[in-house]
């Protein structure tokens, strides 16, 4: 299974572009890569995935060097209301694999005014 | 729509008590089901998954089982619980295969006293 790393903390202001990186070394060929966003006492819930290259949907982008080894989820113009904690997550649960899907230590996100 | 339903939302127990908590998925066939746990300020944590009725793979050997009795039925449980045992526990769900999403259910907040 892929390993996860990312920072443990950011700080950004209202109305700045955030960039969160997470490393995935050994990433194998069919996993995905997706991003999730946790709020206090509530669950996870999806932001983005992609496969390879940039991947850009209505709240953020996410971009996938060649090689895979890392990603990097995109936050334009943050607000308060994303202070959370961002987790990256790699895996597959194909016919080939276990099924296992392991969460990183996340990165708490601090907006401030 | 799929929707995912966990119950209790807060639960407060004696240490030495048992736990039951359950799960279940509407809307999908032959889910993979997952429990995690999130300490207090942690990441998430997995506990247990299952990839078919009956099938159950656990990742942390401690006092907590799990159990599928129907395709979208997942429960877990404890005979005597721990005072470690307290924290958030999250039943998420995930189907496809490579491009998987994983939707979470809304939590029970434990605290074992």
């Known amino acids: 299974l892929a390993k996860t790393t990312q920072p443990i903390s950011m700080d950004s202001y209202e109305g700045q572009e955030v960039n969160i990186t997470c490393s995935h070394n050994n990433i194998a060929t069919n996993d995905y890569i997706t991003w999730y966003q946790q709020f206090p006492s509530q669950g996870p819930r999806f932001i983005i995935q992609?496969?390879?290259t940039k991947v850009t949907n209505e709240v953020a982008s996410l971009f996938i060097p060649a090689d895979r080894k890392s990603s990097t989820l995109s936050l334009p113009r943050v607000s308060l209301s994303d202070t959370a904690v961002y987790y990256c997550l790699v895996g597959d649960i194909g016919s080939s694999n276990t099924g296992k899907l392991i969460f990183g230590q996340g990165t708490t996100l601090q907006v401030k005014p | 729509s799929q929707t995912i339903h966990q119950w209790p939302a807060t639960l407060v127990q004696p240490v030495g008590s048992p736990l039951s908590l359950e799960c279940t998925v509407e809307?999908?066939?032959?889910?993979?089901l997952y429990w995690y746990r999130q300490a207090a300020g942690r990441g998430l944590q997995l506990l247990f998954y299952?990839?078919?009725?009956?099938?159950i793979s656990s990742e942390v050997p401690q006092n907590l089982s799990a159990s599928r009795p129907q395709d979208r039925q997942f429960i877990l449980s404890s005979k005597k619980l721990l005072l470690s045992d307290s924290g958030f526990y999250l039943c998420a769900w995930a189907v496809g295969g490579s491009d998987y999403k994983l939707f979470f259910g809304s939590g029970t907040q434990l605290s074992v006293l």
């Open positions: 299952s990839v078919g009725i009956g099938q």
């Open positions: 809307g999908t066939s032959n889910p993979n």
């Open positions: 992609g496969y390879k």
